[in-house]
């Protein structure tokens, strides 16, 4: 068990994402919640995590599934209530599971009492909680576009005099950080939240908290005359004021685990983000699932090769190296398609391929965060209609898909490609009716192959990816490689080879050499130096002989070396 209360105790983590909509009902409802959470805690301790980050949970209208808070210290009843959560955060500490929640404090919901009073006075204090312009019906301040389409400005209602900033939903109106009287309500709450025995946060969409000012616009990226948000996201200076600020006020002072949602950091700043007084504990690597994306949309996104996965994966690790950083890698998460999916190449998704790609990325320097039902290999879900998809952002993708001139059936490929209901899909626990994860109507679509992946089928076969998922998590733990496996640099390894990602991680005393073929076919690999155990393997032999390793078809081995 971890001991929280020592610095950088979450370094020897392994977390897990939960996704409360889609993990386990209990109500019949159709929606997951906390009860359900509660009841899988065994099974979460089985697996070997230490700590749950939990997608939001608050009050909310539920637009972005929670992204969208109306009340930062209440739980929406679609999940429970409040004595449910102070349950599940005592619950999880019995089984030395620490609790982290989603801190979404770009933006909040419309309905929010801070945003209600807002456009009741919108030059009172809490109007200025917010970007509210004045507007003459035709000029806007800049020509931003929001992360889910359409300009970031929009009519304040009851004011057609005026216009409010979201860098995301129209219901999502963005916090003004700028006013110092903002930063100290989000203070409280967070400090309120951290009282009550959280380990920390995720910091959802940190970047965007600081605006360009005064507004301007910037080169045009689509026919429809706006820039993408991340083009203002990179011109925007200053924003260590804020995190620092916050980091002081509220992280440190707690021993908190923090792991931000960053994208567009540059290089010679991380040190600041996520070094030893960084901002952040550690920070998503996003440099996989940003790898081809195209300022044109989804549509235009090349699927990423196995020689660009092993690139993109190699820089990050590259770039912390220097400063110690502790980066926080992830294959999928609610936002992004199934890792397996994506990543292996279409045609070669076998039980043995996942486990490759779940050793490659989980043995990174970093912190391994596992996405709820990864560990069983779940799958992308394709399907037939717009009609049947929730994800605003993939609705959106799907007309700018269409604007750009491409058929019904080639933007909903692109859909199905990227959409953030991939993963979104209910947990798949067993083969009764909605894969056991409700007896209701479930709010998105359960993926009908829940008859062959799920987890009822896995527990108990030892060659199933859910006890490869376990075994990782417990060769994690082997005190013994602690140096190298935990603490050890990233050394890529015959780089040039293709279509093998091959590193090793090298500590004070040991060093593991971690291997993976991303092809179907076999090759041989020539190993640096002789080989004291096998540590973890996805195949039944390992074909070692003359200081060198013939690999079959996405075989991943890891070795121990003398
Ligand atoms: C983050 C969340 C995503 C949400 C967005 C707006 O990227 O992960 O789900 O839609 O922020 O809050």
């Known amino acids: 068990m971890l001991n929280k209360t020592q610095p950088n105790w979450w370094r020897r983590a392994v977390a897990y994402q939960v996704y409360p909509k889609s993990f386990q009902d209990t109500t019949g409802s159709g929606t997951g919640d906390l009860q359900g959470i509660i009841r899988r805690l065994d099974y979460l301790a089985e697996l070997g995590i230490d700590v749950i980050w939990l997608s939001p949970v608050f009050a909310s209208p539920q637009v972005d599934n929670g992204y969208d808070i109306s009340d930062y210290r209440a739980i929406d009843p679609r999940f429970g209530t409040m004595e449910d959560m102070d349950e599940l955060i005592a619950k999880a500490k019995e089984r030395g599971i620490g609790i982290v929640m989603d801190l979404?404090?770009?933006?909040?919901?419309?309905?929010?009492?801070?945003?209600?009073?807002?456009?009741?006075?919108?030059?009172?204090?809490?109007?200025?909680?917010?970007?509210?312009?004045?507007?003459?019906?035709?000029?806007?301040?800049?020509?931003?576009?929001?992360?889910?389409?359409?300009?970031?400005?929009?009519?304040?209602?009851?004011?057609?005099?005026?216009?409010?900033?979201?860098?995301?939903?129209?219901?999502q109106p963005d916090l003004n950080w700028e006013n110092p009287e903002l930063r100290e309500e989000i203070y409280k709450m967070v400090n309120w939240w951290l009282d009550k025995g959280l380990a920390g946060f995720r910091i959802d969409a940190i970047i965007n908290i600081k605006k360009v000012?005064?507004?301007?616009?910037?080169?045009?990226?689509?026919?429809?005359?706006?820039?993408?948000?991340?083009t203002m996201n990179y011109h925007a200076k200053g924003i260590g004021q804020f995190l620092g600020e916050m980091a002081d006020r509220c992280f440190t002072p707690h021993h908190a685990f923090t792991a931000g949602e960053v994208f567009y950091v540059n290089d010679e700043d991380l040190p600041e983000f996520i070094g030893d007084n960084g901002y952040f504990s550690s920070m998503f690597d996003f440099n996989e699932t940003v790898c081809n994306a195209s300022d044109k949309g989804w549509y235009d996104q090349k699927p990423i090769t196995p020689e660009q996965y092993k690139a993109c994966c190699f820089e990050s690790q590259k770039k912390v190296a220097g400063f110690d950083g502790f980066l926080s890698n992830i294959i999928e998460n609610h936002d992004e398609p199934r890792g397996v999916s994506r990543y292996i190449p279409k045609g070669e998704c076998t039980v043995r391929g996942k486990k490759m790609l779940g050793g490659l990325n989980f043995l990174l320097r970093g912190l391994p965060f596992i996405y709820q039902g990864q560990e069983l290999g779940?799958?992308?879900?394709?399907?037939?209609?717009?009609?049947?998809?929730?994800?605003?952002?993939?609705?959106?993708?799907?007309?700018?898909?269409?604007?750009?001139?491409?058929?019904?059936?080639?933007?909903?490929?692109?859909?199905?490609?990227?959409?953030?209901?991939?993963?979104?899909?209910?947990?798949?626990?067993?083969?009764?009716?909605?894969?056991?994860?409700?007896?209701?109507?479930?709010?998105?679509?359960?993926?009908?192959?829940?008859?062959?992946?799920?987890?009822?089928?896995?527990?108990?076969?030892?060659?199933?990816?859910?006890?490869?998922?376990?075994?990782?998590?417990?060769?994690?733990?082997?005190?013994?490689?602690?140096?190298?496996?935990?603490?050890?640099?990233?050394?890529?390894?015959?780089?040039?080879?293709?279509?093998?990602?091959?590193?090793?991680?090298?500590?004070?005393?040991?060093?593991?050499?971690?291997?993976?073929?991303?092809?179907?076919?076999?090759?041989?690999?020539?190993?640096?130096?002789?080989?004291?155990?096998?540590?973890?393997?996805?195949?039944?032999?390992?074909?070692?002989?003359?200081?060198?390793?013939?690999?079959?078809?996405?075989?991943?081995?890891?070795?121990?070396?003398?």
Request: charge should be negative; aromatic fraction near 12%; charged fraction near 25%.
């Open 104 to 171: 979404v404090v770009n933006h909040c919901s419309d309905e929010h009492e801070w945003f209600q009073k807002a456009c009741q006075d919108p030059d009172g204090r809490y109007g200025r909680f917010f970007y509210i312009e004045d507007w003459d019906g035709e000029h806007l301040p800049c020509n931003w576009r929001s992360a889910f389409g359409g300009s970031v400005w929009e009519p304040l209602p009851g004011h057609p005099d005026k216009i409010y900033l979201h860098t995301f939903h129209k219901k």
């Open 213 to 230: 000012l005064p507004y301007r616009d910037y080169p045009a990226d689509r026919s429809d005359g706006m820039c993408s948000i991340s």
């Open 378 to 562: 779940m799958e992308n879900l394709a399907v037939n209609s717009i009609d049947e998809v929730d994800d605003i952002s993939a609705r959106d993708e799907y007309q700018v898909a269409l604007n750009a001139g491409l058929t019904e059936q080639q933007a909903m490929d692109a859909v199905n490609m990227f959409s953030r209901d991939n993963a979104r899909t209910p947990f798949q626990w067993d083969t009764t009716e909605n894969a056991g994860f409700t007896t209701g109507k479930p709010w998105l679509h359960v993926n009908p192959n829940y008859k062959e992946i799920n987890l009822e089928a896995q527990r108990n076969d030892p060659d199933s990816v859910y006890q490869f998922y376990r075994t990782l998590i417990q060769l994690r733990k082997k005190s013994e490689l602690e140096d190298a496996i935990i603490y050890g640099e990233t050394v890529p390894y015959r780089v040039e080879q293709k279509n093998l990602m091959a590193y090793l991680r090298k500590g004070e005393k040991n060093t593991v050499l971690v291997m993976g073929n991303f092809q179907p076919e076999a090759q041989t690999v020539p190993l640096p130096g002789a080989v004291k155990q096998v540590l973890l393997n996805n195949c039944d032999t390992a074909a070692i002989a003359d200081g060198a390793v013939t690999l079959e078809g996405y075989q991943l081995l890891v070795l121990w070396m003398e």
